[in-house]
């Protein structure tokens, strides 16, 4: 499993933004997770996609999120 998580949904237009967002901050590598059809992960982010999880630290970036931001997570 990789450090950062982008918790997302089907069809969503703000998380392709943030597929963008993080390929100019050149995030390392990253896991998507669809919280579609799943309950828990629905109630815990299903308001707040996309959001950015480092799974190191458990600090979350919610949307909206720019290059530098992304950047000073993974310099954390």
């Known amino acids: 499993m990789s450090r950062?998580?982008?918790f997302q949904r089907d069809?969503?237009?703000l998380c392709d933004l943030a597929l963008d967002v993080?390929?100019?901050a050149r995030l390392p590598e990253f896991d998507s997770v669809?919280?579609?059809?799943d309950d828990a992960l629905e109630a815990a982010y299903g308001l707040r996609v996309p959001?950015?999880?480092d799974a190191t630290s458990g600090v979350?970036?919610?949307w909206?999120?720019?290059t530098d931001a992304v950047r000073g997570l993974v310099d954390r």
């Open 4 to 6: 950062f998580i982008l």
């Open 11 to 13: 069809d969503c237009h």
């Open 22 to 24: 993080l390929a100019q």
């Open 34 to 37: 669809f919280i579609d059809e």
């Open 51 to 53: 959001v950015l999880r």
């Open 60 to 62: 979350e970036l919610d």
């Open 64 to 66: 909206p999120f720019g």
